[in-house]
């Protein structure tokens, strides 16, 4: 392999990363924990769970 695909490898590695992981946090944020768990293996879950509406419509669980 050459520098220049070293370096194109690498950082799109880097980018895939940080996306992958700023989707899980979107998904556990809206409420999502078992799409949250579930995206620790199946990372396609995460962006479902990131692209679902929030669980609470004011983004707190009721309280009784």
């Known amino acids: 392999m050459t520098t220049l695909e070293w370096i194109l ?3 799109l590695a880097i980018l895939y990363l ?3 992981f700023t ?3 979107i998904t556990f944020r809206k ?3 078992v799409l949250g768990i579930l995206g620790i293996f199946l990372p396609f879950l ?3 769970g990131a692209l ?3 669980r609470y419509e004011d983004g707190m669980p ?3």
């Open 18 to 20: 940080f996306l992958i």
């Open 62 to 64: 009721a309280t009784r």
């Open 46 to 48: 995460w962006l479902i």
């Open 31 to 33: 409420g999502h924990y």
């Open 9 to 11: 490898g690498t950082t």
């Open 52 to 54: 679902l509406p929030d």
């Open 23 to 25: 989707v899980g946090l």
